[in-house]
């Protein structure tokens, strides 16, 4: 258990709609990384969030937002979805004290588009 | 841009055999590191190298840094079928003059083994 916690674990949705996945990062760890894993894909990074604000932008499209609130835990909303969004959504915390250090993975958001 | 490229793609041995993915960059790094993803899991951090030269071993398994900091191995002695999964290398690259780094992945490196 890497204390990351991720809901819904699975999704199953239609084509035009919008989700929201939420994560809740360890305790104490400031930063929040949401990623993004279809199928026989790598790790695609999609935001950073430290202490609430924005740190570093990845591959995220403008349909997806997210945003981490005072209690530290994050939301990343999904919006007009497309089949192509089908995938597994990972969570990530670090520790305050290391820019970059070792990453904590929740077990994933399975998302489906239908 | 900035990237680390990993091979191979996919690796399939016979319980037993020895296994070795390659990471490698175009930059000198700071630090890599590396995680495993059992089928159906989440990445889970194994270890990072620091130091240039550096050697970690794990039991079974034997990271490696370069003197150059520009690659990295991981190599398994003698696979098991619990070895199965994907293995990803990672790095910090900063992206801007405030000193932030983000992690560049590595695709990963699929290892299927055969008992």
């Known amino acids: 258990d890497s204390g990351v916690t991720q809901t819904p674990k699975h999704l199953i949705t239609a084509t035009g709609q919008r989700v929201t996945l939420r994560c809740s990062p360890r305790?104490?760890?400031?930063?929040v990384y949401w990623y993004q894993q279809s199928l026989d894909q790598g790790l695609q990074f999609l935001i950073q969030?430290?202490?609430?604000?924005?740190?570093a932008k990845g591959n995220i499209l403008e349909r997806f937002s997210a945003q981490q609130f005072p209690d530290l835990h994050s939301e990343l909303n999904l919006s007009s979805l497309e089949l192509g969004d089908s995938a597994l959504y990972f969570c990530?915390?670090?520790?305050?004290?290391?820019?970059?250090?070792?990453?904590?993975f929740g077990e994933g958001s399975r998302l489906t588009v239908l | 841009g900035q990237q680390v490229m990993q091979i191979p793609q996919y690796q399939h041995v016979q319980e037993g055999e020895d296994f070795t993915t390659y990471c490698n960059s175009s930059?000198?790094?700071?630090?890599i590191q590396w995680y495993k993803q059992r089928p159906g899991g989440h990445p889970v951090f194994l270890i990072q190298?620091?130091?240039s030269g550096e050697v970690k071993k794990q039991k079974r398994l034997t990271f490696q840094f370069g003197e150059a900091k520009k690659n990295s191995s991981l190599h398994i002695t003698a696979t098991q079928t619990t070895d199965v999964g994907t293995y990803f290398c990672?790095?910090?690259?900063?992206?801007?003059?405030?000193?932030?780094?983000?992690?560049?992945w590595g695709l990963g490196t699929s290892l299927a083994v055969n008992p």
């Open positions: 990530a915390s670090s520790d305050p004290g290391h820019n970059t250090g070792e990453l904590f």
């Open positions: 305790s104490g760890d400031l930063s």
């Open positions: 969030y430290y202490n609430g604000e924005e740190r």
């Open positions: 930059t000198t790094l700071s630090n």
């Open positions: 190298l620091v130091k």
């Open positions: 990672a790095a910090p690259f900063l992206f801007n003059a405030g000193n932030n780094r983000k992690l560049i």
